[in-house]
């Protein structure tokens, strides 16, 4: 008999006779890996099941276990919707449907949009057809006829995609049930294990992806192994929904965005303006303390500037219009750096003022394509918590390091416990893309991996994502619900000092190049307020709420008392609030809880006589009775301590 080798992940060998699909080789291990498995890793390549293996072969059966299969189940879900809406639709015009990252999609040509009923008719046939257990079959076609099949099913698309992409003579199809698909594979045998998922919306997108093309109908899908997977996603989802910040911003009235004003443009109502202080005054202090010193620059300076520091080349289409004022040329500021360069440039520097730390929470404005803009994440004016620092080669590390500890500050005080790290370094195939030498980048990237190696933080390094001006590091917090958030960024910069001819006298008494790096801990205010309203659920804690304690007299003949309470809070620096409406305890308790602040302080007869409150936590409930100096105490610590819950 003419057999091969097949090598089994964990080095058991099986002989085998030539052309045995990885299905019954599944089959001789087990009927439970046969009825699990869903596709094959031959020699590293996935392939079908159902693929004769013709030479000695690497095989590993992947069942849901495996990740590698869960793209391969996707795409197959992708098929289950095309074969369900050629069912319901069978005019549609086909165009491409691949897995992604939480499911996948199929896009069609119709005329009348898709409704949530056609939806929900669709996802019941993709059920039907998946109960049916349809094959998905893979059949080769020369590409002559496969062309030809296309042309009579009038699917232009296909066709369109068969002539460019078929690169051999043989073209590789599937079919399940009434659908065939031009496509590479694999597949899962059958429809009959695609259970869970769930179809979630319908978004247009040009053919190919061009301007002009057909407008397509892309019916997008969630799609996972199993059915407690797709309930955490859609849970996730939920969450996400919950804690949206433009919907909060609206509800707590912390801030919005004016039609009259103009897109991506942040107004601070009076509620988030209390809490932007908060913020810049910690950072403020925090950048004293280490350190800094704090600067302002102009809004507008001479566009000549600009092209000084090489914007107006490689970031114009980022950049307000120049406005022209007495025959000069004027540009808003995208970026802090060039002011910050002035300052430093003002006068000779000397070795023994380094490190130069200029820090300023600058607001610079940047031309985003109104499509892009999202809330406070996405914006065309922002203000950053923006550093440069001017330094020594021999003092890089240190001020790397400087850089990190400050970012590990931010989180912690602002109550994130979880980040990720991500080291860019240049491609070092190509040292002619970057400004700076070789010499210049090895010594950055070695501060950058020796300061994270020594702190124990772990990175992930990604060699030819740095842009052209130097190394950074990127860091990424988690929020509660575990989505991680590109904040902080350490950037090196080796074109700037170079462009503006930055100089110190050295101890030797010749003139050197500083190295200069760019800094931002929150990235911006208005992106950092809206991630901790995410991350908080618009539930501040007590330090960062704008108002911190509603004083809630249970009637109008307690209100001389609430006054009291309301005048003592206030007179320990506490954001207290009286509400002394005709409404009743209970309506006042909800809006309260609506409105998030952290506590309650009920006052009525009793705790007059007694000079107690009894006192309600947000989200705790009732933490019953306490006498009036111990809670004000109480809360000072939470607030001098910055406690997060
Ligand atoms: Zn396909
Ligand atoms: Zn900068």
Redesign the pocket.
């Given at each position: 008999m003419d057999t091969i080798q097949v090598t089994l992940p964990d080095g058991a060998k099986q002989e085998v006779a030539r052309g045995t699909t990885s299905a019954d080789v599944a089959r001789k291990i087990s009927h439970g890996l046969a009825r699990e498995a869903l596709v094959a890793q031959a020699d590293g390549e996935l392939v079908d099941l159902s693929r004769p293996l013709e030479r000695d072969t690497a095989l590993k059966i992947l069942t849901s276990k495996d990740p590698e299969a869960l793209q391969v189940f996707r795409h197959s879900a992708a098929h289950l919707l095309a074969a369900a809406v050629l069912e319901l639709f069978p005019d549609v015009k086909l165009g491409i449907g691949p897995p992604i990252d939480t499911g996948f999609f199929y896009e069609f040509l119709r005329e009348q949009p898709f409704t949530p009923e056609d939806l929900a008719r669709i996802e019941t046939k993709m059920h039907e057809l998946a109960a049916q257990n349809l094959p998905n079959e893979r059949k080769l076609l020369p590409k002559a006829e496969a062309v030809e099949l296309y042309r009579q099913w009038n699917q232009g698309f296909k066709c369109e995609l068969v002539e460019e992409k078929a690169l051999e003579p043989m073209v590789s199809f599937y079919t399940t049930g009434k659908f065939i698909d031009f496509c590479r594979g694999p597949h899962i045998p059958a429809t009959g294990r695609i259970r869970a998922f769930k179809l979630m919306n319908v978004a247009g997108a040009y053919w190919k992806g061009q301007e002009g093309n057909p407008q397509m109908q892309r019916i997008y899908g969630a799609c996972f192994f199993t059915q407690p997977e797709l309930d955490e996603y859609l849970h996730r989802l939920e969450e996400a929904k919950r804690r949206d910040h433009r919907r909060l911003g609206a509800e707590l009235d912390l801030f919005s965005v004016q039609e009259a004003a103009g897109p991506g443009l942040i107004f601070w109502h009076p509620k988030g303006g209390l809490v932007r202080k908060i913020m810049e005054d910690w950072s403020r202090d925090e950048h004293l303390r280490r350190g800094y010193n704090l600067v302002f620059t102009p809004h507008i300076m001479l566009l000549d500037l600009w092209n000084t520091s090489g914007h107006t080349n490689f970031y114009r289409e980022n950049m307000f219009g120049a406005v022209e004022v007495e025959k000069a040329d004027y540009q808003l500021k995208p970026?802090?750096?060039p002011g910050?360069i002035l300052i430093y440039k003002s006068r000779l520097r000397s070795y023994r003022e380094l490190p130069i730390r200029l820090a300023e929470l600058g607001t610079v404005y940047r031309y985003e394509r109104s499509g892009v803009l999202h809330g406070l994440l996405r914006v065309r004016g922002f203000t950053q918590d923006?550093a440069?620092i001017f330094c020594m080669r021999e003092q890089l590390e240190a001020e790397v390091q400087g850089c990190v500890d400050f970012a590990l500050a931010v989180m912690k005080t602002f109550g994130f416990s979880s980040f990720e790290v991500e080291l860019s370094a240049r491609d070092p195939q190509h040292p002619e893309h970057y400004a700076g030498t070789v010499e210049e980048w090895e010594h950055a990237e070695g501060a950058l991996t020796r300061t994270l190696d020594r702190m124990g933080i772990p990175y992930k390094h990604m060699p030819g994502e740095a842009v052209f001006y130097g190394p950074k590091i990127d860091m990424k917090l988690l929020d509660a619900i575990g989505r991680p958030w590109q904040l902080s960024t350490v950037?090196f910069?080796f074109n700037l000092p170079r462009r503006f001819g930055l100089e110190y006298v050295g101890e030797d008494g010749a003139r050197h190049q500083p190295v200069m790096v760019?800094r931002a801990l929150w990235g911006s205010v208005e992106r950092f307020f809206g991630v901790l309203i995410e991350h908080y659920a618009g539930a501040f804690p007590l330090w960062l709420a704008p108002v911190q304690v509603a004083v809630l007299p249970v009637s109008g003949k307690f209100s001389e008392y609430a006054k009291q309470v309301t005048a003592e809070l206030a007179a320990a620096g506490l954001r207290a609030q009286l509400d002394d409406r005709n409404e009743k305890l209970q309506a006042k308790i909800r809006d309260a809880e609506m409105q998030k602040i952290p506590y309650m302080a009920v006052v009525g007869g009793k705790e007059a006589e007694a000079q107690t409150v009894s006192v309600r936590h947000h989200g705790k409930g009732d933490l019953g009775p306490r006498p009036l100096a111990e809670f004000l105490a109480d809360l000072r610590v939470q607030v001098e301590s910055r406690a997060i819950s």
């Open positions: 970026m802090n750096c910050h923006d440069h950037q910069d760019h």
